[in-house]
């Protein structure tokens, strides 16, 4: 079968076993994902790539993938909080271990997690990094007005996760066509004074930590919902303030439910993130594109 990995040469698609176990999904759609470039950036991989994607079992179910399947047996999957795995990336799909960007994956059963019938299968690879949104607001002061840093897939699905939690929403993005994303979706423009009870940065930059820091209001929370890849320093405004700090970029199976939900009731979030599609032949060009600014490109799909 055909899958997108990173080789000696960049990114291929190349003829690969099929999957021997697990439960068997014939992927529809399979996202391009920020931290993919932080991966190949390290070299050739030796597994498939995607963590963002969904598709049709044997029975014609449409489903999505949690991709992070856990030990089952530490403490927190005891509780069932896989996200708090203690070996949470040994064989996360698309990270450590095949992903979805390919014809064929196997993944256990207990990862599978079924979309409504108006959820199109062209669709289901929005429902990870809706996932880590839903999460993300998961527990947040209620009613509380909210600001999202940052317009990309994870602050738009932070906006559509935090309205739908009965949240007053607020945004702050770089770029024209990222506010008009945002709008669309039911978020106001930032208040340039601050104040806010939350701020969720969905950058993760240091830049936005420390913007983040400057709009929260004293004794506020700021979620973390972008991924800190370089070190990023939390100086002593954190502290004066007496922020809340709640880091999460990953989930449980039940925010995998809750954005399969949210998907298929807010299909704007659909129209404004998805900003282009593409065969699983043409997986060069859509990384291409993804990592390119000036195309515009929000969320890449693509559809082997």
């Given at each position: 079968m055909r899958a997108v990995r990173n080789t000696a040469t960049g990114i291929e698609v190349v003829d690969v076993d099929p999957p021997s176990s697990g439960v068997r999904v014939r992927v529809t759609s399979a996202g391009i994902c920020g931290s993919d470039f932080h991966m190949i950036a390290a070299g050739p991989l030796p597994h498939t790539l995607g963590h963002e994607f969904g598709?049709?079992?044997?029975?014609?179910?449409?489903?999505?993938?949690?991709?992070?399947?856990?030990?089952?047996?530490?403490?927190?999957?005891?509780?069932?909080?896989?996200?708090?795995?203690?070996?949470?990336?040994?064989?996360?799909?698309?990270?450590?271990?095949?992903?979805?960007?390919?014809?064929?994956?196997?993944?256990?059963?207990r990862c599978i997690v079924p979309l409504p019938r108006s959820v199109d299968p062209m669709d289901a690879g929005l429902v990870e990094p809706l996932a880590v949104a839903v999460h993300g607001v998961r527990g947040l002061p209620r009613h509380a007005r909210v600001l999202v840093l940052g317009a990309g897939p994870i602050g738009l699905c932070a906006i559509a996760a935090a309205l739908d939690a009965g949240h007053a929403v607020d945004v702050r993005a770089r770029g024209a066509a990222r506010e008009e994303a945002a709008r669309r979706l039911g978020a106001g423009p930032a208040r340039d004074e601050g104040g806010?009870?939350?701020?969720?940065?969905?950058?993760?930059?240091?830049?936005?930590?420390?913007?983040?820091?400057?709009?929260?209001?004293?004794?506020?929370?700021?979620?973390?919902?972008?991924?800190?890849?370089d070190p990023t320093p939390l100086d002593t405004r954190w502290q004066l303030k007496e922020v809340t700090l709640v880091p999460r970029i990953t989930y449980g199976h039940e925010d995998f439910l809750g954005a399969a939900a949210l998907l298929a009731s807010v299909p704007a979030l659909r129209e404004v993130m998805v900003t282009h599609r593409f065969s699983l032949e043409d997986a060069a060009t859509a990384f291409r594109t993804a990592a390119d600014r000036s195309t515009g490109a929000i969320k890449v799909l693509l559809h082997p």
């Open positions: 598709g049709v079992l044997d029975d014609g179910t449409v489903i999505a993938v949690r991709p992070n399947p856990a030990c089952g047996t530490c403490a927190a999957c005891a509780a069932d909080q896989p996200q708090r795995c203690r070996e949470g990336f040994v064989n996360f799909h698309g990270v450590s271990a095949d992903g979805g960007l390919a014809e064929f994956v196997g993944v256990e059963e806010y009870a939350v701020v969720v940065d969905a950058a993760g930059t240091e830049s936005s930590a420390s913007a983040a820091v400057d709009l929260v209001a004293p004794g506020g929370t700021v979620a973390m919902l972008g991924t800190w890849w």
